[in-house]
């Protein structure tokens, strides 16, 4: 698969002292969960990501030639109790997750330009609770899985009008079905 990637981010992979951080970013209706791999706080994209650390712990990504959608699994360990009244009360499936694959100069600065490792959704979400400390673990599906999912339409003036309201060119559909047409000479 060929990687689109700046010319910054390729000199910063090729140096002798290599800085990884991967980049999480999962959108919920409260508002946004924003993790990176490191510790402190870090600002890029103007948002400010949280350090995780060693509690923020991610499947290995999986790449194929064939056209598949492959998940991730997210875990959290340690996790304050306003993450779980999160995961407790709020909608989250199918909302979106993004993961990016940043490298950090000798600054600690995010170099230009992070390569989007994973697109998709969240699907399920467990949380363990040990009465010490709670983790939370995210399975993600790939947006490809949207491939899978068939799309159900007919052709009835209802279903025209959800998608255009005030649409009327299906309004005479059902009259027509009966319709007896002669094509040709009429014997």
Same mark, same amino acid.
Do not use: C
């Given at each position: ?11 910063? &992979?090729? =140096? ?7 980049? #999480? ?7 946004? @969960? @924003?993790?990176? %791999? ?19 712990? +991610?499947?290995?990504? $999986? ?6 959608? %492959?998940? @991730? ?19 989250? /499936?199918?909302?979106? +997750? ?12 995010? &170099? ?13 979400? /467990? #949380?363990?609770?040990?009465? $010490?400390? %709670?983790?939370?673990?995210?399975? =993600?599906?790939?947006? @490809? +899985? ?13 279903? $025209? &009008? ?8 299906? /309004? ?7 319709? /007896? ?7």
């Amino acid at each position: 698969m060929s990687r689109v990637l700046t010319s910054a981010f390729e000199v910063e &992979i090729d =140096a002798d002292n290599l800085r990884p951080a991967l980049f #999480i970013k999962a959108e919920f209706d409260s508002g946004d @969960l @924003l993790l990176w %791999s490191g510790l402190g706080e870090i600002v890029w994209g103007g948002d400010t990501y949280v350090g995780a650390g060693h509690l923020l712990n +991610i499947s290995a990504v $999986q790449e194929s030639q064939k056209l598949q959608a %492959s998940g @991730l699994l997210f875990t959290l360990s340690g996790m304050p109790t306003s993450l779980v009244s999160i995961a407790l009360t709020e909608e989250y /499936q199918w909302r979106p +997750i993004t993961m990016w694959l940043a490298v950090m100069n000798t600054d600690y600065t995010v &170099i230009a330009d992070p390569y989007k490792t994973f697109a998709g959704k969240m699907d399920v979400m /467990q #949380i363990s609770d040990d009465g $010490q400390t %709670s983790t939370m673990s995210v399975a =993600a599906e790939n947006n @490809l +899985i949207d491939l899978k999912s068939s799309k159900e339409r007919r052709y009835t003036n209802e279903d $025209q &009008i959800s998608e255009y309201p005030g649409d009327l060119g299906l /309004q005479f559909m059902p009259t027509n079905a009966d319709v /007896q047409i002669t094509w040709g000479k009429s014997s």
